[in-house]
């Protein structure tokens, strides 16, 4: 907003499991345009989405493309210009950025080229944190199936390989996930003494 004096409002769009949320914004506007969008199907920030392009509308007003989007959000937001970016990392789109402005035709080429430049920057810094994110839960799940499997060898007296099958049968069985199973096995250790039925959960 401070490189782009036009630019009134910014937020961000994100796709989770199939749904749109915004969860970063300059202020209370953009989630209330996004919300509109969300509530519609349809409106720039989906467009730049879906067709993976910029998308950008000089005035609300006069705006065709997305009938019941428009008038709405230029009436319970005062928003006229929009402008809005995939962002995305070889391909793969994670949400869009957004530009607000309550001017009509506020962005000039210069603007969209800084915020192409933004785009691109905030699509590999929310690709980086994902990734970190799937690695930190990827070791948790690899350090919760290893304590499973030393609880199943110690009270089970089975090898490595024979309670990670019993793991993977129990867990298919159960319709759960080897944590899942992890956390019923330590449940029982505190509470159980003694041998327990093989395979048991």
């Not at 519609?40 to 067709?51: F, K």
């Not at 950008?56 to 989007?69: A, V």
Request: with cysteine.
């Amino acid at each position: 907003m401070e490189t782009i004096d036009a630019c009134h409002h910014a937020g961000v769009t994100l796709i989770e499991a199939g749904k749109f949320k915004t969860p970063a914004s300059s202020d209370e506007v953009p989630p209330k345009v996004d919300f509109i969008q969300y509530e519609t199907g349809e409106g720039p920030c989906l467009e730049a989405i879906r067709e993976r392009e910029i998308f950008e509308t000089s005035d609300l007003t006069k705006e065709h493309r997305w009938p019941n989007f428009a008038a709405r959000a230029n009436e319970e937001t005062g928003v006229v210009s929009m402008l809005s970016f995939r962002l995305f990392v070889e391909g793969d789109t994670m949400g869009a950025l957004h530009m607000y402005s309550k001017q009509q035709a506020a962005f000039a080429d210069s603007d969209r080229a800084v915020g192409a430049v933004f785009a691109a920057h905030a699509g590999v810094a929310l690709s980086t944190a994902i990734e970190r994110h799937q690695l930190t839960e990827a070791l948790k799940s690899r350090d919760v199936i290893g304590q499973a499997k030393g609880i199943l060898m110690e009270r089970e007296n089975v090898t490595a390989d024979e309670a990670y099958e019993i793991l993977r049968r129990s867990s298919q069985n159960v319709n759960t996930s080897c944590e899942s199973s992890r956390r019923r096995w330590s449940k029982r250790r505190r509470t159980l003494s003694g041998h327990s039925p093989r395979y048991a959960l």
